[in-house]
């Protein structure tokens, strides 16, 4: 199973699947079992597609476990499972998703309560976490073709592409199966000797070594990319109390200025009165102004972004590594920024008595 795949072929595979979709944090498997043994399959479909990013709507119907693919019911996988150990078969799980060539694109509006028809065997509920891995299988055949990708019939990449999406520790669980059977039993006269067999089937069309180098790179890159986005929140919170405190500053800044117009009588140092006569001037506190009104937007569109990191676990590297170089330029830039106004408030601030400062620390009220 897959011996003319070298491991090179799978690193590559993965990286270009991960700049294409992004990457998930693993889905908790009990989510996906709950309603599965409460006998919702349906659900439990459905909540795999959502996961995916296909909220579709999945038609079940049933077939014998003893299911043949033929001509004419066509199964879109070519085989599903691969039998190990003694060469013999065990019997199945099969699950079969029908896919239309009238797919909408992967993301857009069209996918939304989309039918699917997905054929399943009368025995799936016999090995539920070998089931949610076929599953996986198959529905990553649908995000395959959404994207019209040129390996959309590719069944390393539809495996690949499920364990990038959150799917890998589903398929680890769900990709093999043991069963023991006694195949002879000799009885003599004071005892009984039985003979068993072992038989292991693996589903899904990577080698236990394929399998093994994608999960550890895949787990390597999700580690390093949670650790990016931990990162990210964190200078995400420093920006925040960076803005509030630019906002409070200007907030004296105000203050102040109102204090000495209505206090003109008060002298001003006279290295200080060409720089209050300078804050007067129109342009000057508009400039305050915008630096608010860019970081306003700037902080939305960064915290709309670290939501949807938060709500679905969907990370994309790339953007990751963009967005906090970003938020580091933002950071350094407010900063430098806040500092400058600080001065211009700490030269007013010298000639505002004490109890009206004291009084406005009081209110702590931003613009």
Known sequence: MGSNIDLKYISNAIDELISLLGIKEDIPIKILLKPFRAGNIKESIETIANYFGLPIVANISYVPATYQRDSRDKFESSALATTHGSGRGAEGIVAQVSIPSYLPLYGTSG?????????ISDNCQRRPKTFMAIMAHELSHIVLHSLWHKEKDNEFYTDLTAMILGFSRVLKNGRKVVETKSVQTKNYVLYSESITETLTTTYGYLSDEQFSFALNKINRILKKSIDS????????????NLFSSYKEELFRFKKFMEYLDKNQSKRLRSEDGAKIVAFHQLDYIERFTVVIRNNENKLKGINDYCAGLTHNNHIRPDSLQKLNEEIDSLISDLR?????????????????????????????TPI
């Open 111 to 119: 996918l939304r309560g989309f039918p699917i028809s997905v054929k």
């Open 336 to 364: 430098r920024k806040f500092d400058l106004l600080n001065k211009d408030v700490n030269t007013l601030g010298k000639h505002v008595g004490f109890f009206y400062k004291h009084k406005l620390n009081r209110q702590a």
């Open 229 to 240: 986005k931990e990162k990210l929140l964190r200078k995400l919170t420093t920006y925040r």
